[in-house]
Nanobody, 127 residues
């Protein structure tokens, strides 16, 4: 059974840092693109970043470029999202997802291309 479990969310002050982790079971990262999405209250779910291990490719939304970094921790079998210089507009529930989707330079990632989802972790940035 494929399972994704997010952790690391919490309350952080604007300008601070937070690290989210997505732990996977039931599959290997070699077979899927792993993505982070977020959804703020009253807003649509939006793609934040993705990582494809096979092609060593990544993608970031313009709103997080230069502040967020996605990486794969082989020792823990996680895909992490390092968030720096966070802003109040980063407040949202963050979800990790897995799918056989393209990840790289191009249009924003689309949630419909991802088959497996975690339960989400809340990130709240105070001003």
């Amino acid at each position: 059974e494929v399972q994704l479990v997010e952790s690391g969310g919490g309350l952080v002050q604007a300008g601070g840092s937070l690290r989210l982790s997505c732990a996977a079971s039931g599959f290997t990262f070699d077979d899927y693109t792993i993505a982070w999405f977020r959804q703020a209250p009253g807003k649509e779910r939006e793609g934040v970043s993705c990582f494809n291990k096979e092609y060593s490719s990544v993608w970031y939304a313009d709103s997080v470029k230069g502040r967020f970094t996605i990486s794969n921790d082989n020792t823990k079998n996680t895909v992490d999202l390092q968030m720096k210089s966070v802003k109040p507009e980063d407040t949202a529930v963050y979800y990790c997802a897995a799918g056989r989707a393209f990840c790289g330079m191009g249009p924003p990632i689309y949630s419909g291309h991802y088959d497996y989802w975690g339960q989400g972790t809340q990130v709240t940035v105070s001003s």
